[in-house]
């Protein structure tokens, strides 16, 4: 069993985000016969991710935060407990093999989930890979 994690901007992926992002995942689907795809429940990449991933057959376990706010309640296969997001980020890290990270801009922020979860990924010395954006005019 192959666990991927997911993190991403809560404005959602980008058209040249998503193609790629599906391509990450039907690629990842040669490699095993079971695939668990683990995000934070959020509106926006979360929720675009999570439609790709059930499209492709993937286990879903979601990893939602105490704070509905933005939660976009999203109906998968396992349902961890409410974390703060924080916890939840370090959770859907511990949990997988490797994190797909899906950002805003194309240079590292500050007091970004997506960020925090990338330097957690990286301290913990697992495999991540990056969807950039495409760079703005």
Known sequence: MIKIG???TKEGMK??????????LMSLQNTSD?????HGDCKGADLQAHSIAMKLGFKIVIHPPKNSKQRAFCKGHEIR??????????????ECEHLIVVPKLRKEELRSG??????YCKKL???CTIIWPKEEM
């Open 125 to 127: 010395g697992k495999d």
């Open 15 to 24: 058209l040249e985000q998503l193609e790629v992002l599906e391509k990450v």
């Open 114 to 119: 997506t960020w925090a979860t990338y330097r």
């Open 81 to 94: 407990a409410e974390k703060d997001y924080l916890v939840r980020d370090h959770d859907i890290v511990n």
């Open 34 to 38: 079971f695939l668990e795809f683990h």
């Open 6 to 8: 997911f993190t991403g």
